[in-house]
C-alpha cells in the first residue's frame, strides 16, 4: 500500500520567512571527516521543520539559530569558538532538555561572539 504525506505549504513557507539563510546552510560543503558540520546541519534542518510556524517564540528561536549557523559556514574565527561549547554528542533529538542546553549556547556565544566583534571593530578604526 502507497502512503501519501500531506505538507502544510504555509508552514513550510513561514518557517522559509525566518531563516533566509537556510540554502546557505544546508548546501555548505564542509571537509570530508567533519562530523561536527555534518550533524550540526542536519539538527537545524531537523529542528527548524519541526517548530511551529504559529508560535512567535520558537519562531525567535528558528531565527537565531539561523543566524547562529549562518556565521558558522561564514566564519572560520567562530566556526572555532563553537567547536570548544558544542560536540556531535550533544546534537541529539532524544533528550529535551539537552535540546535545550545546546539551543542556549548556540545563541549566547552568538550573541556574545557578535559583541566582540563589533567591540574589536570599533576599537581597531584608523583616526
Not at 558544542?86 to 545546546?102: G, P
Request: with cysteine; charged share 30%; aromatic share 12%.
Amino acid at each position: 500500500m502507497i502512503q501519501t504525506q500531506t505538507i502544510d505549504i504555509g508552514h513550510v513557507k513561514k518557517i522559509f520567512e525566518n531563516c533566509p539563510n537556510f540554502e546557505k546552510i544546508i548546501h555548505y560543503e564542509y571537509p570530508f571527516g567533519d562530523i561536527l558540520s555534518k550533524k550540526l546541519i542536519d539538527w537545524y534542518r531537523e529542528l527548524i521543520f519541526s517548530a511551529n510556524g504559529n508560535n512567535e517564540n520558537q519562531l525567535l528561536l528558528i531565527r537565531a539559530l539561523d543566524r547562529s549557523l549562518y556565521l558558522y559556514v561564514r566564519d572560520n574565527k567562530y566556526k572555532r569558538g563553537l567547536r570548544k561549547i558544542i560536540t556531535t554528542d550533544d546534537l541529539t533529538f532524544e533528550n529535551k532538555d539537552l535540546i535545550k542546553e545546546v539551543i542556549k549556547r548556540l545563541i549566547e556565544f552568538t550573541n556574545n561572539y557578535e559583541k566582540k566583534e563589533v567591540r574589536e571593530v570599533s576599537v581597531s578604526k584608523w583616526l
